[in-house]
Structure formats: structure tokens, C-alpha cells
């Protein structure tokens, strides 16, 4: 075998895992199907400062500090 032919090879058989592999995650990256409802849907981020406040009692072993407790980080 030439070195022009083992290129094609690898480059040939490097293609077709790439198909396979792009083929196969098509269900993940496929997007949603269309909304049917009477009204429109989106998606908003939104930041605010809370107040401190305990969530839960629980406590972290190595450091003795609140597990679930909700901070201001402003």
C-alpha cells in the first residue's frame, strides 16, 4: 500500500465515524417541536438581590458553615 492510498484510508474511514457520530446525536441537538398553545412562550433571565436567609439547619462538616443559607452577593 502507498502512502497515498493509507491517507485515503484514514481520512476516509476519519469521515464516516464523524458521520456516524454526528448522525447519531441528531435526537439531542434537534430542536423542540413547535408550541401549540394560545400564547406565546420565551424565557427571560433575571437577577435580584435577596436577603439573607437560612434555608435549612445543616451544617458542613470540615468547615462548621450553613449548608443552605442564601446570601446577597451584590
Known amino acids: 500500500m502507498g502512502p497515498s492510498l493509507r491517507k485515503a484510508l484514514l481520512f476516509g474511514s476519519a469521515g464516516v465515524l464523524f458521520l456516524i457520530l454526528v448522525l447519531s446525536l ?21 437577577e435580584t438581590g435577596v436577603e439573607r436567609r437560612e434555608i435549612h439547619p445543616a451544617t458542613l462538616k470540615e468547615t462548621g458553615l450553613k449548608a443552605f443559607e442564601v446570601c446577597n452577593t451584590f
Open 26 to 46: 441528531t435526537p439531542i441537538t434537534s430542536p423542540l417541536p413547535p408550541y401549540t398553545g394560545e400564547h406565546e412562550v420565551g424565557i427571560l433571565d433575571l
